[in-house]
């Protein structure tokens, strides 16, 4: 699949004429935490979208970053409510778009890592839309691996 490069929902902020959107207007969403049981800290969700009822969930990692306990926890209790949520850790290198691996949370449980690139990323997109509306589908290259880590 090519890669577009304007997105159908790209960023409207320039950082290069309005200053640092992360430091300017990123949500402090910490401050929270001392309003909660034990203090504990949102997460934030990098992507997700909707189709047909079923919900996927992509979270970016840089350089091979393993999930925070609280995220693995949180998306752990979250795909268990509902197999129509579907969770993936995208692994990268110095670009989102340097993919190197990702790893499924479905069902409440947390799958082995599987190498995969920009391509192989895009592909598992597509086919889990088109499982998710009904259409052909190609198992071969599935987001749900058969074998949940333990």
């Known amino acids: 699949m090519k890669q577009r490069t304007d997105g159908y929902n790209p960023m409207r902020h320039d950082c290069d004429k309005n200053g640092c959107w992360n ?6 969403i910490e401050f929270f935490a001392e309003v909660l049981p034990r203090n504990i800290g949102m997460t934030d969700i ?3 979208v909707e189709v047909g009822g079923h919900f996927l969930i992509m979270e970016w990692k840089s350089h091979d970053a393993k999930l925070q306990t609280g995220q693995k926890i949180y998306f752990e209790r979250l795909t268990a409510l509902s197999e129509k949520i579907t969770v993936v850790v995208v692994s990268c290198e110095n670009h989102p778009e340097d993919i190197t691996s990702c790893q ?3 069902g409440g449980k947390l799958y082995h890592i599987e190498k995969c690139n920009f391509d192989g990323l895009q592909r598992r997109v597509k086919n889990w839309a088109d499982k998710v509306e009904g259409n052909r589908f190609k198992p071969d290259i599935d987001f749900y691996p058969s074998v949940a880590q333990k």
């Open 23 to 28: 430091k300017l207007y990123r949500p402090r």
């Open 46 to 48: 990098d992507a997700t």
């Open 104 to 106: 499924v949370i479905k």
